[in-house]
């Protein structure tokens, strides 16, 4: 329903028998480089940024996800 910034905002309707439920969220979805500080501050060291769950290559112009791959900093 709209788009703010990191905000996104969206209304889901559920169909039962007994009527509709329409649900209004908003998500927050950081930036790549405040989830990699935030990693990074927590003593982890970021292996891997994959943009998509086949392990693809992270690309900031079409990706539809982020899965960020940490371990332990050595």
């Known amino acids: 329903t709209g788009a703010e910034g990191e905000f996104i905002s969206f209304q ?5 028998p007994g009527g509709t439920l329409t649900t209004n969220s908003t998500l927050r979805f950081r ?4 989830v990699l500080d935030l ?3 927590s003593g982890l060291m970021v292996r ?4 998509d769950w086949s392990a693809g290559s992270f690309k900031p112009e079409c990706s539809r ?10």
Do not use: C
């Open 39 to 41: 990693i990074t501050r």
């Open 48 to 51: 891997d940024v994959f943009g």
């Open 12 to 16: 889901t309707s559920y169909v039962t």
């Open 31 to 34: 930036s790549r480089e405040h």
């Open 65 to 74: 996800e982020m899965i960020f791959v940490a371990e332990k900093a050595k």
